[in-house]
């Protein structure tokens, strides 16, 4: 095949490159995938087709808005272009680094109940560990302080499960109705009713229905109908390793003051046991 001019695809007429209207800033192993995915089945919605990192690493942050923009997607004019980078959401600087790009942005965040975000976060690493040949801890030994008994809050999986502590630094910077909250546990099964919250407000017309997904039983999860079939890659929704009952109780009462914090700081609450 002859090269194209320099890197660039062909794109449609008309099409652009544009900087995003809406960022899904977080939380690692919530669903963001997933809703990213699924907010690519709107007619106005273009999603960027990886994580850009753009705010959290300062390398690309060093590269400039034009090499941010270069990363998006093409778009028609009234489409939404949108990101998502999960590691916006724990990473210091992001909050003040998006409001000198767009002070009035659109930001969207999932959560999920906190205790199985650990367990999910340590079974990616678990994978990515295993795929390499190398040994991991079991999550008990990582989340359980052994000389205390008590939670150990120095692993990364739990500090990024104290929601509040985050979201507080976010709140510092933007208005809290340019926040959308995603629950992800509903997310998982019952998806258009999460997605029609988004559309919402991303003030578009509801296009996602129902009609759009079908359960796949072998996967256990939501896939999209498009003509064909997708669901999303293997390394989403794997089953989790066993994890010893009695840590998995005390990461549970360890994060329900917590919780209650994020309750009183985003003025909602979630029914997470
Ligand atoms: P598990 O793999 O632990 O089940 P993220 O994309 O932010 O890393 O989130 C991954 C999580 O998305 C998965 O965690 C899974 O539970 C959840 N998820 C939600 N809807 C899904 C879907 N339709 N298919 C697969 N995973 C989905």
Known sequence: EEEEWGTEKPHPPGTDKRLPQSIIFGVRKCGTRAMLEFLGLHPQIRPADHEVHYFDDDVNYNMGIDWYKSQMPYSFHDQVTIEKSPRYFIAEKVPER??????????????????????????????????????HDKLENLAIDLSTGEVNT???AVRIS??????????????????????????????????AQVEEFLGLPHKITREHFYFNSTRGFYCMKLGHEKCLGATKGRRHPFTDPVAVEKLRAFFKPHNQMLFQLINRTFDWK
């Open 162 to 195: 104290i929601y509040h502590q985050h979201f507080e630094r976010w709140l510092k910077v933007f208005r809290p109705d340019q926040f959308h909250i995603v629950d992800g546990d509903n997310l998982i099964v019952r998806p258009w009713e999460e997605i």
């Open 98 to 135: 998006i409001s000198n790009m767009n002070s009035s942005i659109k930001l969207i965040v999932l959560l999920r109940n906190p205790t199985v975000r650990v367990i999910s976060d340590y079974t990616q690493v678990y994978y990515n560990k295993k795929a390499k040949g190398k040994a």
């Open 154 to 156: 120095r692993y990364k």
